[in-house]
């Protein structure tokens, strides 16, 4: 075990004013439920708001919702690229999880591999604005109003983000935000629904009534591991969890028997000033997208925008060689600089029988070369200066460990399909 300053790959921060905030919860009752979600439903201009124990819970009740409305629709598209908890979410609700192709200048579904695969079968098409670069939702909203298709829209990572000054979450018929680890908000674990649909409203308050509240010890559980998120995120810290197997940091899992509950008054203290966090974590993620894309010179992010509120910033490298040897060089320097989802969803083991034959090459293009690089307010000049010089191409002072030939993957050249020489 190494001891020394480890940046955490994505960081939110809990004051000691929300950690107060989360314990007064305890003894709060509903109240904090409901200042939540009011302060919510003002913020987003929404009709309905949920408050639930995860992001994937809020994605099953919403699903199990759509079902009731459409039973003889039976399969849910989504990104072949995306958070294995998607996948778990749709299994849970009984429904087929069908893959669509992406575009790697923007991890969206590709456009027209979209038109092919929604079918009179799709219950739903879930965009999912990916470190928070938003889905080409005008476009995937006219196609699901052309074919009765409900757009669900998934945006765990982009709270707060906008797409054409519209929030995401708000621009198809229902969404959902995470309050998980590493999210712009957190509380630890908590999940939020949001619709203006009377119909659909109606049919989740159907499901929702019947979850029930955490029961108190698993509360008390979940507070504690609040208190020590809010003490370990730190990079000072970091390194004990980082360095911890069993605790399976930054890992992503297919796990369709998690628990949906609702979100505890606890864990709705815990986020009471929600709004202000939000705000300065975006401010924050912007200042630092902006300053590593002026220093990582002419190589564009995935998403091709330097003002984008990215949760992470992400970037394609020339080769999966590349890849690992700029992820094991950060892992060494306690820079933070990750993979994402470390394969396609159709590789799933779970799933994966269901995609036999069936390839998705641009998700597996991406999943092989994507990093991404941490933008929260604790990376610091010198954190920058060291990722720009793992970073940066062949002579223009990079470093030695993870040089290449040509170094970054330029956006504007598209997906490759194959391994640069
Ligand atoms: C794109 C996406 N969807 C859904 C989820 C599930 O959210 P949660 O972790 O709160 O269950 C995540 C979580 O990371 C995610 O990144």
Redesign the pocket.
Known sequence: MRVRRTLPPSAAPLSLRDLWSGFKGFLAGETYLKSLEEGIKEYFGVRHVFLVS??????YLILRSLKSLRPVRSEVLIPAY??F??PS?IVRAGLKVTLCDIDASSLDFDQKLLGEGVTNRTLCVVP???FGIPSRMDDIVELCRERNVFVLE?A??AMGGRHGGRLLGTIGDVG?F??????SVTCG???IIVTNSEVIGRAIDREYSRLAFPRTKDDVVEYMKAVMMSLFIRPQLYWIPAALPFLKLGR?FFDSG?TAMRLSPMQAGLCIDWRRRLESAMSVRKKQAAMFCRRLKGQEPVGGVSSLPYLRLPFLVESRDRKRKICAASNRKGLGITQMYPFPINDVPQIAHRFAGAAFPVARFVAERLVTIPLHEWVSDKDRDEMVRLLLPAGSGHDRETAGSFDVVRAADGFVGKERA
């Open positions: 995860s992001g994937k819970a809020a994605l995306t958070c908890s998607v979410a999912n604005h990916l998934d765990a990572q959902f995470s309050l998980g680890r590493g999210k674990s908590g999940g992503t998690f």
